[in-house]
């Protein structure tokens, strides 16, 4: 069996593997805020949030068992991606504190008994405040992990 065949097979393995446990976690997460009587408008830029903070962790740490490990045009143009995705990555989690403000932590709730909203109110305002915050670090980081990976790549051949 030819090496690079049996590594490709593997990277696309893992990768495969990550977003698989990527998508099942983000919908454990989500799944109390999905519940009847839950008006929360905040679903995609809280799945955003979740699968960002886990697929852009797995790449810097992990950065060489991955399909980005020597697509160096790649990298670089991720670099580039990643400056508008920051700012859109900012400007959710600042909508979500401006809704609090606006609305009330409970508002999404107001259908449910007093201390199921409370609890699921905790709950969506952390879990949101965890994967936003970490999205956004990860992701800041990120395209400075991309640029020395490159510059590594190009006069140390490795990754």
Sequence with gaps: MDTRSSS???ILALELLTLFFTAVLAFLVLLPLTKKGVDYPFFTEN???????????????FLK????????VLKVG?????IPF?????????????????????????????????WLGNYMYYEMVVFGSGAIVASI????????SVWTLRNRGKV
């Design 8 to 10: 490709f097979k593997n």
């Design 47 to 61: 799945t955003v949030f979740i699968c960002s903070f886990v697929l852009v962790t797995r790449y810097l740490f």
């Design 65 to 72: 068992y991955s399909f980005l490990a020597s697509q160096q």
């Design 78 to 82: 991720l670099f580039f991606l990643f």
């Design 86 to 118: 920051i700012f859109y990555l900012f400007s959710s989690l600042h909508g979500f504190r401006t809704f609090l403000d606006e609305e009330g932590m409970y508002y999404p709730m107001r259908n449910l008994s007093a201390d199921h909203a409370q």
């Design 141 to 148: 980081i990120f395209p400075f992990r991309m640029i020395i």
